[in-house]
């Protein structure tokens, strides 16, 4: 039963170690070297969810203390990392959907102030004051 824990041990701390180093990449603003997208990262995370299915939470009471007390220790700083991914990647989800958002908008505006005569006035324009005169003579 120790060798189960410490390779689940050991791939916490690899998994823990890639989602560090892709908040790293994330922040520089640099997502193309996120290490958690690459097939080796996924096939790791595949292992380490068939490792935590097989190991029986009875049998970790038996373990060495020191050995649990690792576990838990690695565990808990993966989830504090994985939290932070998840809002990392929600933060830059949100900026980019918002700069998106801004040049649509943009481009909107653009478009209309060169479509005077479109079907909606452009905001742009002011209307004139009084009201129109028609003159027959043109």
Known sequence: MSAKLERLIALTERLT????A???????GR???MRSIAPEMQQLTVLYNREAAGI??????AAPPALRAQLTDATKRFRETLALHGRVLTR????????IRAIVTDVEKTRNLSRPYSRTAPTAYARPAGAMIYNSVV
């Open 22 to 28: 892709d908040i790293a990449a994330l922040e520089k």
């Open 17 to 20: 170690e890639a989602l560090t």
């Open 56 to 61: 029986d939470p009875a049998s970790t009471r």
């Open 31 to 33: 997502a193309q070297e």
């Open 92 to 99: 830059m989800r949100n900026a980019s959907e918002g700069l």
